[in-house]
């Protein structure tokens, strides 16, 4: 399936979302988000980070395994108990696998997005989605060439409730990263083989993360 | 309804796991050759002298010079006047990267075999001995081919993403490759010195002679091949000994020892008895070509890294090794360097070819502690080794052929005196 249906399909369902949260916001509206904010916090500045690791990590065929690993931190401000927007930057890892050749990829990400949340729930579910630029480690340290290039991620996660002022949350996100580089291998042979890539990295991530307000 | 948007989402991020974009390859393509081994040594060992076109080892002697032409044989050029070296014949050894010069002889591996020849005659060598199927039996492929070696073709193809064109390679040819580990392979340096004289040794080679026996390196094996009156003859050893590492790169004699540089270690092997080399230390490094230079109590080794070549790594260094215990190697000192390829020892100065970066020059009077003189920019070298008999005349292997400089004052200029292109 193409990426770009991928992003429609997940949009849409973004939308569905939202529409539902309407529904079903006086339900909760009262209970959770306005009592002292005693669960989730509904407005101003909050920080966090979090580990995300692919969720290939978890195959069992060694011979497919793509690992992906990213750490972040980000910063935001809740305009309402629903959005809040954010900016951030982290480090990430991606193996990827090109007409069967593996590079490995690492990029220092910086990033913004925003955070939508769908239900006033206590175990508050949300989608969220950014767009950033991924920087390439300096050159002169790296095995591997490999150009910066724009990123972007997108899910669906969980907030955790919480009466203190940080509270534990998780998410799929469905993780992009354009990569333009060069690598060199040793064959069997003992000959070089240079490579030239130009792809867009794919993930599905699985995040864990804490906030705090 | 939340349970439907969960599934439409979960289905739009399902198997996102796969990656898009294209890859572009260059590389050497390997097209099996078969053909009649015994054909194949029945060739005439002496044939007219041809250009030069993939020079490998270099070899120095008093008044001729050696030049391999990778998986052809050896030229030789008459050096009586260092100002106009003649080409004189070529030696047709099929198959040949390495070999080694002992006085009158030249031992080199060809395809299976190892080979003793006398060059006591530069315009006709004469074959001595053969030892047959040294490095593998014969390999015959389904048709009942005999396969003695492989040519190459440098290719540049782009792939799509969902390609498995490399894999394919791999998993197909994989008898092939067992063969491939086997044979020796090139050289991590373009073009390298194998020696200056019967006293230097070059830093890159993969054969080597001590002690009456020929000792050649694989990728991960070391093959032993005696020298008698009676001719060559391998010299079994066990499996766990024969393949000793990963990554094997060069060797180097000295005095009870064979030092062998890998990729990520200097191993180094007492040969007290020669047929049964003992591994006697193993000091690791980073992962890096490196040829390695013993000399009296010291052993300098060169790490050259570079992104997009055959040593891909972040290191460039030349180690100093304290190897008065060979049973307990110490570093004693690390330089900074930017490209070290191939180096020799002349009196108390360490030169170290930097390839198009240049050479550099070390006072070793405290050799644990070398101390850099000069650099010397406009000398590209990939290795560097003294004249045999003119000490005033030193050589290098650079991108454009060998060249010869007469060294004046204390390394103070090196003047261009002649060169072989290629």
Not at chain 1, 196 to 202: A, E, H, R
Not at chain 2, 145 to 157: A, H, N, R
Not at chain 2, 275 to 284: D, G, L, R, S
Request: hydrophobic residues 35%.
């Amino acid at each position: 399936m193409p990426h770009i249906t991928r992003i429609i399909i997940l949009l849409l369902g973004v939308i569905f979302s939202i529409g539902a949260s309407a529904q079903e916001d006086n339900a909760y509206d009262d209970e959770i988000i306005k009592i002292e904010h005693a669960y989730h916090d509904s407005y101003g500045y909050h920080y966090g980070f979090s580990m995300a690791i692919g969720l290939d990590d978890f195959s069992l065929d060694t011979t497919k395994h793509l690992t992906a690993v990213h750490l972040d931190g980000y910063v935001g401000w809740r305009f309402n108990k629903k959005l809040s927007l954010f900016s951030g930057l982290g480090f990430e890892f991606n193996e990827s696998r090109i007409a069967s050749f593996r590079f490995d990829t690492q990029f220092f990400s910086l990033y913004a997005g925003g955070r939508y949340n769908i239900l006033n729930t206590r175990y508050m579910p949300y989608v969220y989605a950014r767009a950033g630029y991924g920087f390439g480690p300096p050159q002169e340290d790296a095995i591997v060439d490999h150009e910066n290039g724009q990123n972007y991620q997108a899910g669906l996660g969980l907030t955790f409730p919480s009466k203190t002022n940080y509270r534990y949350y998780m998410a799929f996100a469905w993780h992009h990263q354009e990569a333009r580089g060069a690598e060199s291998f040793i064959d069997p042979l003992g000959n070089e083989i240079n490579t030239k890539y130009d792809i867009l990295i794919n993930r599905l991530v699985l995040k864990f993360g804490m906030e705090f307000n | 309804m939340r349970i439907l948007i969960l599934a439409i989402i979960t289905l739009g991020i399902i198997g996102c796991t796969e990656d898009y974009g294209t890859v572009t390859v260059t590389y050497q393509e390997a097209t099996a050759l078969y053909g009649n081994i015994d054909d194949v040594r029945a060739e005439p060992l002496n044939e007219p002298v041809r250009d030069i076109h993939d020079p490998g080892k270099i070899y120095l002697g008093n008044d001729f010079i050696l030049i391999g032409e990778e998986q052809e044989g050896i030229h030789v050029i008459d050096n009586s006047d260092p100002l106009n070296p003649i080409a004189v014949n070529f030696i047709n050894l099929p198959g040949n990267k390495e070999y080694f010069v002992k006085g009158n002889y030249i031992y080199a591996e060809s395809y299976y075999d190892v080979v003793k020849v006398n060059i006591a005659d530069k315009h006709n060598a004469i074959l001595e001995s053969r030892a047959e199927f040294v490095f593998q039996d014969l390999w015959k492929n389904e048709e009942g081919k005999s396969l003695i070696g492989f040519s190459y073709e440098e290719k540049t193809e782009t792939f799509d993403a969902g390609d498995d064109f490399y894999e394919q390679v791999l998993a197909e040819n994989e008898i092939y490759l067992d063969y491939a580990k086997n044979i020796i392979p090139k050289s991590a340096l373009p073009s390298s010195f194998a020696g200056s004289g019967s006293k230097v040794s070059g830093t890159a080679n993969r054969v080597t002679y001590a002690k009456d026996h020929v000792y050649v390196i694989g990728n991960t094996s070391m093959y032993v091949i005696a020298d008698s009156d009676q001719g060559l003859s391998k010299v079994s050893l066990s499996d766990n000994f024969s393949r000793i590492g990963e990554g094997m790169e060069t060797i180097f004699p000295y005095e009870n020892n064979l030092f062998v540089g890998s990729r990520s270690a200097v191993n180094i092997f007492n040969i007290s008895d020669p047929q049964h080399p003992v591994e006697a230390y193993e000091f690791e490094h980073a992962t890096a070509c490196d040829p390695v230079l013993p000399a009296d109590g010291v052993a300098y080794v060169t790490l050259r890294t570079a992104d997009f070549s055959a040593c891909p790594g972040n290191t460039n260094s030349l180690l100093v090794l304290d190897t008065r215990n060979t049973n307990d190697v110490k570093e004693e000192k690390e330089i900074t360097m930017t490209s070290p390829y191939g180096m020799t020892l002349k009196g108390n100065e360490l030169y170290v070819g930097e390839g198009d970066n240049g050479l550099k020059i070390f006072d070793v009077s405290n050799k644990y502690k070398p101390e850099l003189i000069k650099t010397i920019n406009d000398v590209k070298a990939f290795d560097v080794i003294p004249h045999p008999t003119n000490s005033n005349l030193t050589l290098t292997t650079g991108p454009n052929g060998i060249s010869q400089y007469l060294v004046e004052g204390n390394s103070e200029s090196l003047t261009w005196q002649s060169s072989i292109s290629y």
